[in-house]
């Protein structure tokens, strides 16, 4: 009796605790302790915004209508390269949400050829966040050529890049020649809008372009002379941003970005030496509107509730909070609810009335063939990949995997981009000079194949003859660049680092010689290799020797500029 | 007296774990951990309704009114099932009873009334010699005509002694090879004028309207273009749909237009989100309109309402069905819920809320309270007078111009 008395006691002790747990409480009774993930690609401009949001969430332990927390996990990813992972399997996302519109009729058009007529993505899909697409220039730059009186677009950039005129022909001899930057259109966005505006430019049209415009010949020869005027390409529009506002009128004076990265450059916590004020030129033309469309993907990896919680997400982000928070970084907003307002004003470079007028979305065939004039009369590159041979290279199978990585990297070259190649260990050694790849490609191949590791590790002075190997062609011509893999301390230069700093510092053009650094394990000297890169407007790397694909990503990323 | 005292305390004991346990169980959420259902069961009747989705966020907010009046038949409760679909699918779905996830539907409610006769007459097709689709007669559950919602600068250069001839002159516009520079001068003002010099900025003339095909106001697009060529507003017959001339003149407004949406609430939205940049004007529901036009002139400056010289009502009818999946319950719950949709203080909300006009008499468009959204946005062209509504033409001519449309213009 006294037993199950004083069961009954601790029993109606514990009840209102029970009771008190409620619907959160300790899963006793057909409560969901699971997870379910949502993964989202997505165009890496709106990074920032999106990091808060995500953080927030997952945070506040959102639940599915089964009760399962949703946990959302997003991965920033130029928009082009995530849409061909997608489409080869090689991710596989719950949601996709690229840079812009542009490219869901592409991603529907590829993925209905592979999968019996269905669509991977509503093409309706609401957009998160607005930002048109527009030609930042330093405003002094704008204003010589007419602007805001005369209103500018694509093609007074193009015949501008194209004539061969300088800014001393504006009586600003400062400034140097007309340098001009735009994303690879194989991994960005901003880089397909590009090519797509130069090829209506060039047919003097604002919609209905045809696969016969983009075909004929004065088509590929009013892009060959716009890509003249390139720095490099790349993979990021934001890093363009930085190049530009951190180097000055002297290395880009204008570049294809987003209306919000326009309003960043006022940021002075961000960019505290922006030495003119930058404004926005939305293309008299028309241009096209970055909208970040949300689009659940209709693959056979999402589950319904994987669908049902990317929905939940899709909400969250549409309210209020998080589209105000948006507005704070510079864009428009996605929800009609909230208005447009600050920082989006004049003071910051960017008109709210603007843009007027769009450019028709080509076909999915149409923007095929322009991919293909702009591959054959891009910049072309000539690039010096300079490899460490040392004895180290040998542990960890550090050079078996960098010679796998150069040779995809090779691939990536077109015929008559220049590459040349010097290994260096005790003794720097020109395996062959900067000339056209096409030729040469097998043997070349074959020869890094034949590589071994020996000996010590002479960086700087190898480094120093590349570059000025390609200091003796004219710049401007093609893009220059220099490649370094390297796993060690420098112990045979007789060039001390601050010489070699002071040496690549010299030409603050952006046509300059670009040097990209990889530190590839053992001893590398890191903050040198970035401080070598950082001279000269390139990127530096870290790559892992024992991580898979670390190396290749390297090279395919550093591919991306040229 | 030991053994009474701990006979009682255990007794108290119990009563208070059975009454913790109880709560513990039945008790409201938060406070329930493990809710179970108590006392006789009371099989709820549902009401699963399919309507068109252009009265989506009224409908959703009647829907929680009824709700909370605890609803019933006999003594089951009522609980209203909402399905928003195209209307023209949805009825064209019920009549075939492909029902997909979407449930079985016991009332449909498209925008328009001309979705009923087609699901009607589609179900007598179907099922020869069986009762009709509907239960008597579908009421009118609240009219909203169509309007254009255009940008005024752009409007003013459009139309510059107002829309008189609406369709010709936007016909001329579409069609005009230079975009709206070209318009600009054909419509009298002259290189210099401020006019020209900012239409140079606009490019073409970007029209947007849904497509005939999937949405309502496509298809009232396309019967009120076939009215605005033959200037008149009854009688549209097959021979007007099919004159060589319309077919023409049709082609070329169309081809100007760059996509057809299947969502009349998308075009709003995009006037909203991306400005005169996407479209100039669009066609639209006068209650989209409403609800949408002051976000649109925070963000991007003057825009106004314009009615067409003729136009069409969406009447949004509310047609219980007669077919074999649907109880005599449920015909009375939805009933009520169409009933209490109809009643006054629900009218005023679709009005003041919702830019709907009400049908029921006693909610009356022409107050002078300034949460009658027509007094609110009279500053943007709203008007309590509609244009003269154009006949509904018969079945046959609404099929003979979107065979027309599908044929010609469908891309």
């Not at chain 1, 420098?490 to 952006?510: H, M």
């Not at chain 2, 719950?333 to 709907?356: H, M, V, W």
Request: contains cysteine; charged residues 20%.
């Amino acid at each position: 009796m006294q037993r199950v008395f004083r069961w009954l006691l601790i029993l109606a002790l514990l009840a209102p605790a029970l009771a008190a747990c409620g619907d959160s409480g300790i899963g006793l009774l057909g409560s969901n302790t699971s997870t379910v993930e949502v993964s989202i690609v997505y165009g890496s401009e709106k990074r920032t915004w999106l990091d808060d949001a995500v953080a927030q969430f997952n945070a506040a332990g959102q639940k599915t209508s089964s009760g399962a927390t949703i946990r959302v996990v997003a991965t920033p990813m130029g928009s082009t390269d995530s849409m061909n992972q997608i489409l080869s399997g090689a991710i596989q996302p719950t949601v996709w949400s690229p840079a812009s519109r542009i490219l869901l009729p592409v991603a529907n058009d590829e993925w209905s050829k592979q999968n019996r007529g269905t669509n991977l993505v509503d093409e309706n899909a609401p957009p998160l966040v607005l930002s048109p697409v527009v030609i930042a220039m330093w405003k002094p730059m704008a204003e010589a050529l007419g602007w805001p009186n005369k209103s500018l677009g694509w093609s007074d950039i193009a015949e501008l890049v194209a004539s061969g005129k300088t800014w001393a022909d504006f009586g600003r001899p400062e400034w140097g020649p007309v340098q001009f930057g735009h994303t690879h259109p194989d991994y960005s966005n901003s880089g397909v809008a590009t090519i797509i505006a130069i090829s209506y430019a060039a047919a003097g049209k604002t919609r209905g372009l045809t696969v016969a415009d983009v075909q004929n010949p004065q088509t590929a020869e009013f892009m060959r002379n716009i890509e003249s005027g390139i720095i490099h390409y790349g993979e990021s529009t934001g890093f363009f941003a930085d190049q530009m506002f951190n180097r000055g009128p002297g290395y880009l004076s204008a570049a294809i970005l987003y209306e919000n990265l326009v309003i960043e450059s006022y940021n002075r916590d961000r960019y505290p030496n922006v030495s003119m004020p930058v404004v926005a030129i939305y293309p008299k033309e028309g241009t096209f509107w970055s909208d970040h469309p949300y689009a659940i993907l209709n693959a056979p990896w999402v589950t319904p509730e994987q669908s049902e919680a990317a929905t939940i997400f899709l909400r969250y982000l549409l309210d209020r909070p998080q589209q105000e928070l948006a507005l704070r970084y510079g864009f428009r907003p996605g929800s009609t609810d909230v208005a447009v307002g600050a920082p989006i004003t004049p003071e910051n470079g960017v008109d709210p009335q603007q843009p007027q007028t769009l450019l028709e979305v080509p076909r999915p065939d149409v923007l095929n063939a322009i991919r293909s004039v702009w591959v054959q009369n891009k910049k072309r590159v000539d690039v010096m990949a300079v490899l460490d041979v040392s004895g180290s290279m040998a542990d960890e199978g550090r050079l078996e995997q960098a010679k796998t990585a150069l040779r995809i990297f090779i691939d990536q070259l077109q015929d008559n981009d220049g590459f040349g190649l010097t290994i260096f260990s005790d003794q720097a050694t020109v395996l062959t000079p900067v000339s056209p790849i096409g030729p040469k490609r097998t043997e070349v191949l074959n020869r890094i194949a034949g590589l071994t590791p020996r000996g010590g590790t002479r960086l700087l002075d190898t480094v120093v003859e590349a570059y000025q190997a390609l200091n003796d062609t004219p710049p401007g011509q093609r893009i220059r660049a220099v490649v370094v893999l390297t796993d060690g301390l420098d112990n045979r230069s007789r060039s001390a680092s601050q010489e070699v700093l002071d040496l690549l510092r010299r030409d603050q053009e952006g046509y300059s010689i670009k040097v990209f650094t990889v530190a590839f394990g053992g001893d590398a000297d890191v903050n040198l290799l970035k401080e070598i890169a950082g001279a000269t407007g390139a990127k530096s790397y870290v790559g892992k020797p024992g991580e898979r694909g670390s190396i290749e990503r390297i090279y395919q990323d550093i591919a991306t500029f040229f | 007296m030991q053994p009474i005292t701990r006979a009682m305390g255990f007794g108290y004991l119990l009563i208070c774990l059975l009454a913790l346990l109880a709560t513990a169980f039945i008790g409201p959420v938060g406070y329930a951990p493990f809710p179970l259902p108590i006392g006789p069961a009371q099989e709820p009747v549902v009401v699963t309704i399919w309507y068109g989705t252009e009265k989506k966020l009224w409908l959703e907010d009647a829907a929680q009114r009824f709700a909370a009046t605890n609803p019933r038949v006999g003594n089951r409760p009522i609980q209203i099932v909402l399905r928003g679909i195209g209307s023209r699918e949805l009825s064209l779905r019920a009549a075939r009873q492909e029902f997909g996830t979407d449930g079985l539907p016991t009332v449909i409610s498209p925008a328009s009334s001309i979705w009923v006769e087609v699901a009607k007459s589609d179900w007598a097709a179907l099922n020869p010699g069986s009762q009709p689709f509907i239960v008597d007669k579908a009421l009118p559950l609240a009219l909203t005509p169509l309007v254009v919602v255009a940008w005024k600068e752009r409007a003013e250069v459009l139309w510059p002694g107002g829309p008189v001839n609406f369709w010709q002159n936007l016909h001329d516009a579409l069609a005009n090879e230079e975009g709206w520079v070209g318009v600009a001068r054909s419509n009298g003002f002259a290189p210099g004028s401020p006019e020209y010099e900012q239409a140079k900025l606009w490019g073409f003339v970007k029209f947007g309207h849904t497509s005939p095909l999937t949405s309502n106001s496509g298809a009232q697009a396309l019967i009120l273009m076939a009215y605005g060529y033959h200037s008149k507003a009854k009688g549209l017959t097959n021979a007007d749909a099919l004159d060589p001339g319309f077919q023409q003149w049709l082609r070329e407004i169309e081809m100007a237009v760059l996509e057809f949406g299947d969502s009349t609430g998308t075009f709003m939205t995009n006037m909203v989100q991306f400005g005169p940049s996407k479209y100039d004007m669009v066609l639209v529901y006068e209650n989209l309109a409403l609800e949408n036009i002051e976000a649109a002139q925070r963000r991007w400056g003057d825009i106004r309402i314009y009615y067409p010289p003729a136009t069409m009502f969406s009447d949004h009818p509310y047609a219980i069905l007669n077919a074999p999946w649907v109880t005599p319950e449920q015909q009375q719950a939805a009933e009520q819920f169409r009933d209490f949709l109809l009643s006054p203080p629900i009218q005023k909300i679709a009005l003041e809320q919702y830019g709907f006009r009400p049908t029921s008499p006693d909610v009356s468009i022409r107050t002078s309270e300034p949460s009658n959204p027509f007094n609110r946005y009279s500053v943007y062209g709203a008007m309590f007078d509609t244009p003269p509504l154009v006949e509904t033409p018969s079945g046959d001519v609404v099929t003979t111009l979107l065979d027309l449309w599908r044929r010609q213009i469908n891309r």
